[in-house]
């Protein structure tokens, strides 16, 4: 029966040609035949849709589409590739994995339950002539490590407007939110999250220390020997030791460094930064709670440690750029391990005085 109340017959049937599964190595193609019905009162036609087979305007069948999304999606292969495997063009392709990866990121259950979350930047992409950088904010379900959004821009903005559009409930449930050292992070967690213990990222906190240790090396050459480092001077060839974790040095190197130490730093000061980034490490390899607190206390004065327990009276972190971040046990979260050593490759390990 049409809308109108008139009858409906049988017009025609259309063939549809669809882009299907490739078979035995070959691409394929389903011929579907749709009927199509008339109104014999307005005159209307319309035709039978069935979206297990293909949605409209798709010129994939669904189980291609859904495999096409697959294989770009899962499998990481580009589409250009698939599409040669389907025997389509590339914007077939691409259409069906942007309407079925819609589908997949806007569903309701994707995103579980949370009860840590982090957010970290990321670079995008560089554009235009000048290479000019995009930023974006990954934002983390850190407990299970999913990717849950990744929103543009690094500042507060995108992760806000992020978390002011999901359920209050939901928001409720976060107890830890971890972050890089960035003030627009922490001033997300601060508006959007004022319940939950902000844990630093050790690696970010690592990272730290080693650019002070950094640039107490660079300022301790420039006093002893009124220039930057050349290639025989002890501080320049013990710049990338320094910067190695202290139990992945040999004896033998580590006798070494501190030999580098003796003849470029008269007044000790690289050797005390030095040790503070190794006490800074160790901090996080601590299992007890309390201790690690108290670890913090007692090594930096300007830190402050926050738990759960007494996260209430706690010494609010806003404004405190300089000093050691809030620190929490990062095993509660469910994360692992960091990396205690300065990665290769790393701005820090990378600059020279
Ligand atoms: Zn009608």
Known sequence: MCSCGGAVHRHDVREVVLVDLPCFGRPTRLVWCKQRWRCSSCGRCWCDDDSEIATSRCSLTTRAARWATLQVGRHG????????????????????VVAVGEQ???????????????????????????????WSTQIVDVRHGQLLDVVPGRDASGPCRWLAAREPAWLAAIEWATLDLSSSYRSVFDTMLP???????????????????????????????????????????????????????????????????????????????????????????????????????????????????????????????????????????????????????????RSAS
Do not use: Y
């Open 77 to 96: 292969r580009v589409v250009t590739d698939v599409a040669r495997d389907l025997g389509c063009g590339w914007h077939a392709v691409m259409d069906a």
């Open 104 to 134: 997949l990121v806007d569903h309701p259950a994707r995103i579980g339950s949370v009860t840590a979350l982090g957010l970290d930047e990321t670079l995008f992409a560089r554009i235009g002539k000048f290479r000019t950088q995009l």
């Open 195 to 349: 319940d939950a213990v902000q844990v630093a990222d050790p690696f970010h906190v690592v990272k730290l220390a080693n650019t002070m240790l950094d640039e107490t090396r660079r300022r301790v050459q420039n006093e002893t020997l009124g220039h930057r480092g050349r290639r025989d001077d002890p501080l320049w060839r013990a710049r990338r030791r320094l910067t190695i974790a202290r139990e992945r040095l040999s004896d033998d190197q580590h006798g070494r460094l501190m030999g580098l130490l003796r003849a470029g730093d008269p007044h000790r000061e690289v050797w005390f930064a030095w040790n503070a980034k190794e006490v800074v490490r160790q901090i996080h390899d601590h299992t007890d709670p309390e201790l690690a607190a108290g670890w913090v206390a007692v090594t930096s004065p300007t830190a402050r440690c926050r738990s759960r327990s007494n996260a209430s009276d706690a010494p609010s972190l806003a404004g405190r750029h300089r000093s050691l971040p809030g620190i929490a046990r990062t095993s509660r979260t469910g994360r692992p391990k960091p990396s205690t050593t300065w990665p290769s490759g790393s701005s820090a390990s």
